[in-house]
């Protein structure tokens, strides 16, 4: 069975300062990871696929299937950042997303 | 021209008591979940459903039911409620698997 974990259930950083949430997972085929986002008083959405390989709104993210990791990261963090980030996997040919904890990013002024 | 609504918006309710939530799309996509959002904010698939097949989460109690008249709507229907039962209901669609959207989320209260 597949499973996500992330370590960090708050993650509070200045306003410009670099920014990483981790995520790490297990799966023993080839996974698909995705980062969702969820804005005070939004929906939850897709943010990035690893298998786009792009940036939003700033944000990367790398599949290190070595350290089998896919963290978040962006340079200068910005007050809208701050919202619930979920990392997600999804198994090879399947359509359920394993969800991670979430980690809450606050980025102060 | 909301993508996935779900209706209600709160639901307080007895325990004991059943009810449904109802979801709808207007994406055309072809399979439909529900998720569970518990206090913690952990998030979790509770099923998968599409027009030729259903998957349900193992730890999913049998008193859930998702019910889909038509492809555009997945109901969930929960019997004999629980304190347990407590948590935000998300429902979502997807084209492709990974790639979903999601509903705004009914806050369900079970007292």
């Known amino acids: 069975a597949q499973r996500v974990t992330q370590p960090e259930k708050l993650l509070s950083v200045f306003k410009g300062a670099p920014v990483e949430l981790k995520c790490n997972y297990s799966y023993s085929g080839s996974p698909e990871l995705f980062w969702y986002v969820q804005y005070s008083r939004q929906r939850l959405q897709l943010l990035l696929r690893h298998i786009s390989r792009e940036s939003i709104k700033g944000f990367t993210a790398d599949l290190n299937k070595g350290e089998t990791s896919f963290h978040l990261k962006k340079p200068f963090a910005q007050e809208e950042d701050s919202a619930m980030y979920y990392c997600?996997?999804?198994?090879?040919?399947?359509?359920?997303?394993?969800f991670g904890g979430g980690t809450r990013l606050m980025v102060k002024p | 021209d909301t993508a996935v609504s779900q209706t209600p918006k709160y639901l307080v309710t007895q325990m004991g008591n059943d009810k449904s939530i109802k979801c709808e799309q207007n994406l055309g996509h072809d399979t439909m979940y529900w998720y569970k959002q518990d206090s913690k904010k952990f998030l979790k698939i509770m099923f998968s459903?599409?027009?030729?097949?259903?998957?349900i989460n193992e730890t999913v109690p049998n008193r859930f039911s998702p019910k889909s008249p038509d492809k555009a709507h997945l109901n969930l229907h929960i019997n004999s409620l629980e304190l347990g039962d407590s948590a935000v209901y998300f429902c979502a669609s997807s084209p492709a698997p990974g790639t979903q959207y999601f509903g705004p989320g009914t806050r369900l209260t079970v007292l």
């Open positions: 459903y599409n027009n030729k097949e259903l998957i």
């Open positions: 997600a996997l999804i198994a090879h040919a399947g359509n359920m997303l394993t």
